[in-house]
């Protein structure tokens, strides 16, 4: 059976309106502004507030989209939401989606991939596209992570923040695919390092559990000696099955889970300060939204000229990683 080719034809973003700088979280626990710039180079993230939840700001995200892009949203055939914070463990954020914005012509269901959510979505919807399942499929990744921060713990607090991306991909209308090449991984072993625990109560009538907080628990030294041990190796796996060099890259759009590990990593890679889009001052670790909030920004401010080859790597709680190179084509946002 022939492959369809698939085409990334919209992208949006969409953060909360409440500001939370490095100096409110010194309010809140022993830290400062220092510190958290010079560990993490996160100056300020967004937090929801009121009744804002992953769900609001991924209907944000996904109508903006469908407005910029003139989309009906009744050709929608699949919505799928990647998220690790939903609102509620059912109905799944994409069904609540798929009502706000009127979709009623789409299946959408969630998938958990924590921040590598963006890439494994990709994969999925590439999957559907190319074997001619489904056209046109929206991605949803949005996190309200500081619903789930022990706003009493140092070490984890400074580092997360909440957003939303879309990403719109249907058949490509002249024969190019825009996902050049996409590889996933996950290593279940390791999913102590970053996790969020819900325990529940057992049955009364059953042997009592114990019951733990719902906070996000992350084990700051041993995610990044991951994310360095494992990414430079997948990074170069997935540029040879390509075909590509890092010359070939016009931009290297990663997880903005940390400003030390996207410099180690550029670094270690050869990628020059000019091709690395980074964001993580103004909105702090954003989980599955970061790459999308990224791109969109990026091209709205200038920093990525359109068409490009961009090389997008997303690595998260699981522990899972992921390499997508993609084209971005004029008039994406
Ligand atoms: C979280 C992170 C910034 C912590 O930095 P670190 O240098 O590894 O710090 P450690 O956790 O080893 O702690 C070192 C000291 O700094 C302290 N510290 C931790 N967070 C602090 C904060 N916000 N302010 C001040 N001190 C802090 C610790 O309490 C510890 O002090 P102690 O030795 O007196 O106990 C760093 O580990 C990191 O960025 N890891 C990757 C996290 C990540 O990317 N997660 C998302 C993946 S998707």
């Given at each position: ?100 914005i009127e979709a009623d012509n789409a299946v959408a269901f969630d998938i958990t991939a924590a921040c590598s959510g963006l890439i494994y979505a990709m994969s999925i919807a590439k999957a559907y596209i190319s ?31 909440d957003g939303a991306g879309a990403m719109l991909l249907e058949p490509s209308k002249d024969g190019e695919d825009d996902i050049i090449q996409i590889d996933l991984t996950t290593i279940g072993k390791l999913g ?142």
């Open positions: 059976m022939q492959s369809i080719p698939v085409m990334i034809s919209g992208i949006s973003y969409s953060v909360p309106k409440t500001i939370v700088t490095n100096d409110e979280i010194a309010t809140l626990v022993d830290t400062s502004d220092e510190w958290i710039k010079t560990r993490t180079g996160i100056e300020e993230r967004r937090v929801v507030s009121g009744g804002e939840t992953s769900v609001t700001i991924g209907i944000e995200a996904a109508q903006k989209l469908i407005k910029n892009r003139n989309i009906n949203p009744k050709e929608i055939d699949l919505i799928i939401s990647a998220t690790s914070i939903p609102s509620k463990a059912y109905p799944a954020v994409a069904c609540e989606i798929q009502a706000a074997s001619g399942t489904y056209k046109k499929v929206l991605l949803i990744m949005t996190d309200a992570n500081s619903k789930f921060v022990d706003w009493t713990d140092r070490r984890v607090c400074c580092i997360f923040g102590d390092y970053i996790s969020l625990e819900i325990t529940g109560k057992n049955c009364p009538l059953a042997e009592r559990n114990e019951e733990k907080p719902l906070y996000i628990h992350m084990e700051g030294r041993e995610v990044y000696k991951f994310v360095m041990t494992i990414m430079p190796e997948k990074i170069g796996e997935t540029l040879k099955r390509a075909k590509l060099k890092e010359s070939d890259i016009d931009y290297f759009i990663p997880h903005q889970a940390n400003l030390r590990i996207i410099d180690a990593l550029s670094e270690r890679l050869g990628f020059t300060k000019e091709k690395v889009i980074v964001n993580i001052q103004k909105y702090g670790n954003t989980s599955a939204a970061s790459i999308a909030i990224a791109i969109t920004e990026g091209i709205q401010n200038g920093k990525i000229k359109l068409p490009c080859t961009a090389l997008l790597t997303g690595f998260g709680a699981g522990m899972t990683c992921g390499n997508a190179i993609v084209k971005l084509r004029e008039g994406i946002v």
